[in-house]
């Protein structure tokens, strides 16, 4: 279940600028019900697509890569979407993402 949730961010975020506001919007909501977690992560958008890259190769290690960052699943989660609110910083993380796979 975890590495789903860990795999839709990911995908929303790599698809996400193509949706406009529907996606801030989402994200913004999110936000809204743990607006501290997403506070905590401060890797850049590059941290963040070289992160998502190595879980996607290495799923079953998911949680293991997330806690060697300091990040919980939430936080990850969070991040990402926060990214995914500025289409240049999903850029950023689209292409570090891509650069790591």
Excluded: W
């Amino acid at each position: 279940m975890k590495k789903t949730l860990i795999a839709i961010a990911m995908t929303g975020l790599l698809f996400g600028c193509n949706k406009g506001t529907t996606s801030s919007s989402n994200a913004t909501n999110s936000n809204n019900n743990v607006p501290a977690v997403a506070q905590q992560t401060n890797l850049s958008p590059e941290d963040l697509g070289t992160l998502g890259a190595e879980i996607k190769k290495h799923p079953k290690d998911a949680d293991k890569i997330l806690t060697d960052k300091g990040l919980t699943e939430q936080q990850f989660v969070k991040a990402v979407r926060k990214v995914s609110e500025s289409p240049e910083d999903s850029k950023r993380y689209t292409s570090a993402f891509k650069k790591a796979s």
